[in-house]
T-cell receptor, first 108, second 114 residues
Framework: RKEVEQDPGPFNVPEGATVAFNCTYS??????FFWYRQDCRKEPKLLMS???SGNEDGRFTAQLNRASQYISLLIRDSKLSDSATYLC?????????FGAGTILRVKS | DTGVSQDPRHKITKRGQNVTFRCDPI?????LYWYRQTLGQGPEFLTY????????KSRLLSDRFSAERPKGSFSTLEIQRTEQGDSAMYLC????????????FGPGTRLTVT
């Protein structure tokens, strides 16, 4: 079983839609969680951190449920520029563990 | 550009040859990481350095792989006796030790072993 599991998608949504991605992690000792974004043929970049209390940054909301070992990312009012792969990430020890990513395609 | 740089960007080699990749991190960052990414997968941790000390290596890093960061600045990753299964994107990232979750990635070196 992979440490971080994500639905690979793709999620095909129209502009303006709200879309949600989920992720589960297996290591209960994982300390922190993040979402990274990776554009096609580009390097990953930190999108946002995930807290139990929820974290909102503009159109993006991330949530952590430690009891269920579940992480979510909600994107409201999707833009064409949101098309990318979204990587769910856990921090364990001194390293990051990445999921395989969820592909989002926003279409006009 | 003061971001993370990697060289070369692409490398095609024949099976059995040795290859070496270089990573130049953001100058103020004391941590440097190497990852491998294959199609449809997220980056997989290989190893990391804090300054010049290599502090952890993944079990993915077989004895054909070696990494160095001699002066705590740039790093090299060498793969000896390459195999077709080594074909992947090799990513380097750097961070401050207190903010290891905020890693800045380089553009990667795409290795193709024929």
């Amino acid at each position: 079983r992979k440490e971080v599991e994500q639905d690979p998608g793709p999620f095909n949504v129209p502009e303006g839609a709200t879309v949600a991605f989920n992720c589960t992690y297996s290591n209960s000792a994982s300390q922190s969680f993040f979402w990274y974004r990776q554009d096609c043929r580009k390097e990953p970049k930190l999108l946002m951190s995930v807290y139990s209390s929820g974290n909102e940054d503009g159109r993006f909301t991330a949530q952590l449920n430690r009891a269920s070992q579940y992480i979510s990312l909600l994107i409201r009012d999707s833009k064409l520029s949101d098309s990318a792969t979204y990587l769910c990430v856990s921090e364990y020890g001194n390293k990051l563990v990445f999921g395989a990513g969820t592909i989002l395609r926003v279409k006009s | 550009d003061t971001g993370v740089s990697q060289d070369p960007r692409h490398k095609i080699t024949k099976r059995g040859q040795n290859v070496t990749f270089r990573c130049d991190p953001i100058s103020e960052h004391n941590r440097l990481y190497w990852y491998r990414q294959t199609l449809g997968q997220g980056p997989e941790f290989l190893t990391y350095f804090q300054n010049e000390a290599q502090l952890e290596k993944s079990r993915l890093l077989s004895d054909r792989f070696s990494a160095e960061r001699p002066k705590g600045s740039f790093s090299t990753l060498e793969i000896q006796r390459t195999e077709q299964g080594d074909s992947a994107m090799y990513l380097c990232a750097s961070s401050f030790s207190g903010r290891i979750y905020e890693q800045y990635f380089g553009p990667g070196t795409r290795l193709t072993v024929t």
